[in-house]
């Protein structure tokens, strides 16, 4: 493959740059960097629209099973990934030399927090570093991971401009523009879920808006960088404040003798003004859990407190413990202590019928209901086995004598894979956080 031509000499708002005219004529090359949850799909879309497409991922099993044509993300089917792979519309490579081939690159890899909770950017500058020394002059990048307003401009730009010949606004162009990715939604995945864009200048923001809207169906630009930046805090944000009311409301129609569940499923009724959550053992995810720190750290930079915010996820951080509690108070009930009991747990997914655990409040339940010296064991038909504190944790299968032995069964995941009504039928005692087992009368089923 020939490393791309440019004029390096246009200048902003100039019309019909070498990179603009690519996109026009769908002859632009693409690039993703970090082939997960959100790169390996975008990067399927890209190759799908007929543009060649490179992904750069530094894990090298991702990189050979890329290649290979077998996929490791849920969202993203072998059989079509091999085609792609075979057609040559699609490689990953470890070698970010390769980005000199790129007239556009998308940076998709994961902005955690730290230990602290604060913006742990780590990976977005290692990408943007190992890309910076091969970005060809009058290339697109754009960055999709989740991030705090500001970063774009602030983190991104600059190392990008320590290559000597990339000038932003005359041949480096620069936007955010998140990522809205849902594992497992069978009716929103990359390719129809809109896209919101914003670029560092209104140049950069066109090329981008013509960018996506090759491979995309719809393309929502707004004025600035800062602006989608901020746009994906506050969805997540949305979601985070209203589950930690519900939560909150959950713990207290417990005191009042109310099921939460049949209160909101009345209140949904309501055909405006209202849009239903649901409490549970708590959040996971690659967002809603860490995204709405993002803004509180970056507010404290304006002498600005998210009280509102921080409570909510105050709030939810603290329902896998809640959880605990409650699967405590079940098996006084029945006469029984956590410690020394047998516990089954159902599901360690973060959320039904995926394979995701990042996040997964599941974790953090297990870790308190072991600490309170119980034994316990999980089945969930899409998790094999995870990983905790250096110890592979192996899937149990589910049966009639599993059920039986335990002296609880806690629902954490409401997977549909799963006979719930012999469980219901053989189980001593049931903490159904998810509602899966609504229909089921008997006091052995408690309810969040």
């Not at 980005?99 to 990976?123: M, Q």
Request: hydrophobic share 40%.
């Amino acid at each position: 493959m020939a490393q791309k031509t440019s004029d390096s000499h246009e200048t902003q708002g100039t019309q019909g740059t070498p990179l603009e005219q690519k996109l026009r004529d769908g002859t632009a090359i693409f690039g993703v960097v970090g082939l997960g949850y959100v790169g390996l799909p975008l990067a399927v879309e890209m190759a799908k629209a007929g543009h060649t497409t490179i992904g750069f991922e530094v894990s090298a099993q991702r990189a050979q099973e890329v290649n290979a044509g077998r996929s490791y993300i849920g969202d993203v089917a072998s059989d079509e990934l091999a085609q792609l792979v075979s057609e040559g519309r699609l490689r990953a490579t470890r070698d970010f030399a390769d980005a000199a081939y790129c007239d556009c690159i998308a940076i998709c890899v994961p902005t955690p927090l730290s230990a602290t909770k604060e913006p742990d950017v780590s990976y977005m500058v290692d990408a943007a570093t190992a890309l910076a020394p091969h970005v060809t002059p009058d290339t697109l990048v754009t960055l999709e991971s989740t991030t705090y307003p500001g970063t774009t401009e602030e983190i991104l730009l600059p190392i990008l401009e320590a290559n000597a010949q990339l000038r932003h606004g005359d041949n480096l162009f620069v936007a955010f523009s998140p990522e809205r990715v849902d594992p497992g939604n069978p009716r929103f995945q990359t390719k129809n879920t809109p896209k919101v864009v914003g670029g560092t200048s209104p140049r950069c923001t066109e090329l981008a808006t013509l960018f996506y809207e090759r491979f995309l169906d719809q393309v929502v630009p707004v004025s600035t960088a800062r602006a989608a930046e901020l746009s994906k805090l506050l969805e997540n944000i949305f979601r985070c404040v209203n589950i930690a009311l519900v939560n909150e409301l959950a713990q207290l129609c417990e005191r009042m003798d109310i099921d939460i569940w049949e209160v909101v499923d009345a209140a949904k009724t309501k055909p405006f003004g209202f849009m239903p959550f649901y409490p549970g053992p708590g959040l996971g995810g690659h967002c809603i859990p860490i995204d709405p720190f993002y803004l509180s750290w970056k507010a404290r930079e304006y002498d600005f407190r998210t009280e509102f915010i921080e409570l909510s996820g105050k709030v939810n951080e603290n329902m896998p413990y809640y959880v605990v509690d409650r699967l405590m108070d079940a098996l006084n009930t029945h006469a029984k202590a956590l410690s020394g009991s047998r516990v089954l747990v159902l599901g360690v997914a973060y959320k039904a019928d995926i394979d995701d655990m990042r996040e997964s409040p599941a974790i953090k339940v297990i870790t308190q209901v072991k600490a309170k010296g119980a034994t316990v064991v999980f089945h969930d038909p899409f998790v094999s086995e995870y990983v905790q504190d250096g110890q592979r944790v192996a899937s149990v299968p589910l049966s009639v004598d599993e059920v039986r032995a335990a002296d609880a069964v806690l629902i954490l995941t409401g997977h549909t894979e799963v006979d719930y009504a012999m469980v219901a039928d053989n189980a001593a005692l049931i903490l159904d956080t998810r509602n899966v087992l609504k229909a089921v009368e008997g006091d052995h089923v408690i309810r969040l």
